[in-house]
Structure formats: C-alpha cells, structure tokens
Antibody
Framework: QVQLVESGGGVVQPGKSLRLSCAAS????????MHWVRQAPGKGLEWVAV????????NYSDSVKGRFTISRDNSKNTLFLQLNSLGAADTAVYHC??????????????WGQGTTVTVSS | EIVMTQSPATLSVSPGERATLSCRAS??????LAWYQQKPGQAPRLLIY???IRATGIPARFSGSGSGTEFTLTIGIVQSEDFAVYYC??????????FGQGTRLEIK
C-alpha cells in the first residue's frame, strides 16, 4: 500500500546537525512533490519545506530557511531533510507528506508516522 | 503570509449532536482549503480538500463549505471516534503553506 516511513530522529545538542529520511513505497515516488511538516510538543502543524518531483525546485518556511535543506533520491524512493544549526524551537515530530490522490490539489492525503527530533543539551 | 484562524479553540458536544468548526483566512484563498483530523500520537488525516471535496474513505457525515475567507467543517452526527483535534490548511498562492492553530472537539 501507499506508505511513507520516516527515520533519523533523535536527541541532538543545540547547534548540531541531523539528517532525516523518508522512505516511500506503493507509488511512483518520482512523480510527486514532497513536503516536510513538523509539530512541536503540544502545538499545531507547521509546514517546513517542499521539493518538486524531479528535485529541480525547493522552498522553505522562513523559520528554517538557510538552516534546513530538503533533497530527494528518486532512484531510492527516498526524501531527506538536512537540519543544521538546530535550536530548541526545532524540537518536534517531523512528518513527510504528499498529495497522492487529491486531483492535483496541494492537500496532504499521505503522511508518514513521523520521527521525533529533540534539541537539548 | 496568509494567516489561518480557527474557532472555537475547543468545542464541546455530545455524541449524536452536530458540530460546526470555523476557519478564517487573512485574505482570499478561493477554495484552496483542506481540513485534517488528528488524534493523539497519530499523523493528521485528510478529511476535506478543495473546501468541500471529501477525501477517499471519509464518511459522509463530514462536510466542508465556504470560499474566499470563511470556511466551515460540519460533522453531521458526531460519533465517539470523531473526538480529536481538527486543523484547516490553505494551499493558495504558496509558499508558504499555513495551518490554523486547531480546534479540539471534546466530549460534553
């Protein structure tokens, strides 16, 4: 079935880096724009970044621009998020998501279960 | 950036009652609005997109309406499994995509 599975989260010290992965299966990954969305503990949803299906274009929220980098490897059906210069405000569950069956609308009908990033000294 | 504002923050209803949740956009987003349901420890689940189109597998008791800046999610007859947090999200002229702060639907 259509599935996204994140990995790579953990506890990291302030200022350090982490790389998250999102493995896709059950659909033709290379055809779909992919997003990262995060949720801080007890808070709402925050869109983080997007990458085009062929990796040719990417965009970021202002809160992560210049520190995070989204990328993908279509040969391995995998999405990545490189997190640099981490701070306490980056502590969150990070989900990858895509619009798989929404007639082209940018609403996310496929989500991964999330991977937890905790920034703490 | 388009700001999405949801009301109320918490809505208390009894099972079998009707629930109406609101979402307002700071500027017109046409019908580029989605609604999600999230239960504790789970990823969000898409309910509605295009302001009024039910996503695959979503029960008919969930309906969406509105356009421009004012939107509504209605749960016709609330079931026990519907108690959760609901978020609206716009996808008009992005980035950035933004979400509302959420409405918690709780048992009265």
């Amino acid at each position: 079935q259509v599935q996204l599975v994140e990995s790579g989260g953990g506890v990291v010290q302030p200022g350090k880096s982490l790389r998250l992965s999102c493995a896709a299966s059950g659909f033709t990954f290379s055809l779909y724009t992919m997003h990262w969305v995060r949720q801080a503990p007890g808070k709402g949803l925050e869109w983080v970044a997007v990458i085009a299906s062929d990796g040719s274009n990417e965009n970021y929220s202002d809160s992560v621009k210049g520190r995070f980098t989204i990328s993908r490897d279509n040969s391995k059906n995998t999405l990545f998020l490189q997190l640099n210069s981490l701070g306490a405000a980056d502590t969150a569950v990070y989900h990858c998501a895509t619009n798989y069956d929404t007639n082209g609308f940018d609403a996310f009908d496929i989500w991964g279960q999330g991977t937890t990033v905790t920034v703490s000294s | 950036e388009i700001v999405m504002t949801q009301s109320p923050a918490t809505l208390s209803v009894s099972p079998g009652e009707r629930a109406t949740l609101s979402c307002r956009a700071s500027q017109s987003i046409n019908s580029h609005l989605a609604w999600y349901q999230q239960k504790p420890g789970q990823a969000p689940r898409l309910l509605i997109y295009g302001a009024s189109i039910r996503a695959t597998g979503i029960p008919a008791r969930f309906s969406g309406s509105g356009s421009g800046t004012e939107f509504t999610l209605t749960i016709g007859i609330v079931q026990s499994e519907d108690f959760a947090v609901y978020y609206c999200q716009h996808y008009n002229n992005w980035p950035p995509i933004t979400f509302g702060q959420g409405t918690r639907l709780e048992i009265k």
